[in-house]
Each structure stands twice: as C-alpha cells, then as structure tokens.
Nanobody, 122 residues
Framework: EVQLVESGGGLVQAGGSLRLSCAAS????????IGWFRQAPGKEREGVSCITSSDGSTYYVDSVKGRFTISSDNAKNTVYLQMNSLKPEDTAVYYCGAAPSCSWFSAEYDYWGQGTQVTVSS
C-alpha cells in the first residue's frame, strides 16, 4: 500500500519554526521527486517546494525562499521541510506528494499524504 504520512504541524507564533516530515512507503522512493504543497481555506493548493531524487536539486516558491529548506533522508524514505521565520500567511494545511518529476502543478503528482495543519499566530 502506497503511503505518504506528514507530521510536524502545529500552532506557532509568528517568527517561530516548525519542521514537517513526509514519510513514504509502498513505492520505490528513488523513482519519485517529492514536493510540498499547501492549501489555505478558500484558496487553491499551492506548490511550496520540491526536491529531486536524482541529484537532490531543490526548488522553492518565491514567498518561502530564504525561510524554508527542503531535505531528504533516503535511508529513511523521508523528506523534511524546515520552516523558519514563519508568518501568519503561511497558515495552511501542508501536503507532500510524489511525482515522476518536480512540478508546481498538483495534477502531476501520483501520490499524496493526508496533510498536516500549520497555524501561525500574529
């Protein structure tokens, strides 16, 4: 059974940090790139970051550059999203997804996790 399980969300004050985890199982981790998306109430799902399986290249949406860092532990089949200097506008449900290639388009992802809530208070 394919599973992507996110964890690490929570409530944090503006300026604080959280580290999200995405644990993958049931598919060949090395064959997929892993992306993080987020969805705020009433808004479309937005790509945040992605990391390639081939060479660890990383990509970020402009709004999180310099604040968020994506990384991968291939031995654990887990991808992390370190989020620093959090802002209220970062509040959303965060999802990880697996795709053949990194993409900002959610339709190109084959597998998704259930999401984890991140709430940043002002």
């Amino acid at each position: 059974e394919v599973q992507l399980v996110e964890s690490g969300g929570g409530l944090v004050q503006a300026g604080g940090s959280l580290r999200l985890s995405c644990a993958a199982s049931g598919f060949t981790f090395d064959d997929y790139d892993i992306g993080w998306f987020r969805q705020a109430p009433g808004k479309e799902r937005e790509g945040v970051s992605c990391i390639t399986s081939s060479d660890g290249s990383t990509y970020y949406v402009d709004s999180v550059k310099g604040r968020f860092t994506i990384s991968s532990d291939n031995a654990k089949n887990t991808v992390y999203l370190q989020m620093n200097s959090l802002k209220p506008e970062d509040t959303a449900v965060y999802y990880c997804g697996a795709a053949p290639s990194c993409s900002w388009f959610s339709a190109e992802y084959d597998y998704w996790g259930q999401g984890t809530q991140v709430t940043v208070s002002s």
